[in-house]
Nanobody, 128 residues
Framework: QVQLVESGGGLVQAGGSLRLSCAAS????????MGWFRQAPGKEREFVAV????????YYADSVKGRFTISRDNAKNTVLLQMNSLKPEDTAVYYC?????????????????????WGQGTQVTVSS
């Protein structure tokens, strides 16, 4: 069982930066691939980024590639999402999610339905 708590959301102007944090409980954090998803009003939840259990591999949605960076600290049970050059279209509720997986790559990393645990979400609003 893993419990996830996101923090770091807020209101920022276009071009600004935010860093989201996800704190995980449980002793098996390093067994999980950790993903970030987002959901804007009226839209489906979409994949943003994922980092493998060891941190050796990361994958990003095309819409955030080059602007967002995902990282993790297994000693602190924490995963971060550094978001730079934010755009109004990045406005959404951002969710942290955990998936039991040790593969360096899996198509499941991109699908919300493959993740077993979710946080409550944190709101990110980017003004133009």
């Amino acid at each position: 069982q893993v419990q996830l708590v996101e923090s770091g959301g807020g209101l920022v102007q276009a071009g600004g930066s935010l860093r989201l944090s996800c704190a995980a409980s449980g002793r098996t954090f390093s067994s999980y691939a950790m993903g970030w998803f987002r959901q804007a009003p009226g839209k489906e939840r979409e994949f943003v980024a994922v980092i493998t259990w060891s941190g050796s591999s990361t994958y990003y949605a095309d819409s955030v590639k080059g602007r967002f960076t995902i990282s993790r600290d297994n000693a602190k049970n924490t995963v971060l999402l550094q978001m730079n050059s934010l755009k109004p279209e990045d406005t959404a509720v951002y969710y942290c999610a955990a998936q039991v997986a040790r593969a360096s790559y899996s198509v499941s990393y991109y699908y919300a339905g493959a993740y077993e645990y979710w946080g409550q979400g944190t709101q990110v609003t980017v003004s133009s």
